[in-house]
């Protein structure tokens, strides 16, 4: 089955809150354009506040609710233009502390789910503003079953591999991710689709934060890792592509490795190699 996504590559105004939900909503209207109506939107992580240490140093001063304006607009949008919203990561105030969360609303505005993020980047003391999500949820839609993951997340591959194992078939990604790192960027995406024989959507920011400027290249790629569209302009701009999750099942009947996998040799290895060993 084939579905149509819109990618919001979008340039976070540094701190500014009322700012992003603003602009945002007119870019959601503009992507939900009738001329080419799509299925599902994704924009990047913490589109409503930016990412730097300085925010995290003040992360409470970014905080909403599930209640509050950022996914009151996502919830009105989706119902509106009867589309799913991957709503990108914003800073969520919880009872039990404050999370880098993804909410995924259905085309009747509902929250479908969320997915909190779990890889913290430590090198940026984002690991000291959040606190780590704990879920790896798997989303049933109209078009496919998918599965959220949040910029640094795509560096561990056990989380790729886990959604993949229950049936999986689109990947999507929010991100922030810097430059010099494009070819990270591209090398790493290419290789959750490839080893998981998954599609892939990610979306990244375009603009600047603190000391970072990010480089968008928010793309789209089947399960071969081939590319069905990138965008290479570095500016604030809305990708579109139409992706076929039948080619996900062609793909895995080709080359059949989920039937030749050994786990029990590659558990028994990593509980050798973490023998006697802490962080």
């Known amino acids: 089955m084939s579905f149509r996504t819109a990618m919001i590559q979008f340039d976070t105004a540094y701190m500014d809150v009322g700012d992003n939900i603003s602009r945002m909503s007119a870019l959601i209207d503009e992507a939900a354009s009738p001329s080419s109506p799509p ?19 003040d992360i409470r001063r970014f905080a909403q609710p599930v209640d509050g304006k950022a996914v009151a607009m996502l919830r009105e949008k989706a119902r509106r233009y009867g589309v799913w919203i991957a709503g990108g990561s914003m800073v969520e105030l919880a009872e039990d502390g404050i999370y880098n969360t ?7 505005g509902e929250i479908a789910g969320r997915y909190r993020k779990m890889h913290l980047y430590s090198a940026m003391i984002e690991d000291k503003a959040f606190r780590n999500g704990t879920e790896i949820p798997v989303f049933e839609t109209d078009f496919g079953r998918i599965a959220l993951m ?10 790729s591999r ?37 599609a892939l959507l990610a979306c990244n920011r375009v603009g600047t934060a603190g000391n970072c400027t990010y480089f968008g290249h928010s793309l789209a790629l089947d399960p071969w890792g081939e590319f069905i569209a990138e965008d290479e302009s ?22 059949p490795m989920y039937l030749d996998r050994q786990p029990a040799s590659y558990t028994d290895r990593i509980l050798s190699f973490y023998d006697g060993r802490t962080r």
Not at 39 to 57: H, K, N
């Open 234 to 255: 570095e500016k604030e701009t809305i990708l579109r592509a139409e992706v076929d999750l039948g080619r996900v099942a062609e793909v895995r009947k080709k080359i």
């Open 102 to 108: 993804c909410f995924l609303i259905n085309r009747q």
């Open 39 to 57: 299925d599902l939107i994704v924009m990047p992580e913490l589109w409503t506040s930016g990412y730097s240490e300085e925010i995290f140093r």
């Open 150 to 159: 949040t910029c640094y997340d795509i560096r561990f591959v056990e989380m």
């Open 162 to 198: 886990d959604y993949a194992m229950r049936g999986v078939e689109a990947l999507v990604v929010v991100s922030n991710w810097a430059k010099p790192k494009l070819n990270h960027w591209r090398v790493l995406l290419q290789a959750r689709a490839i080893e998981n024989q998954v």
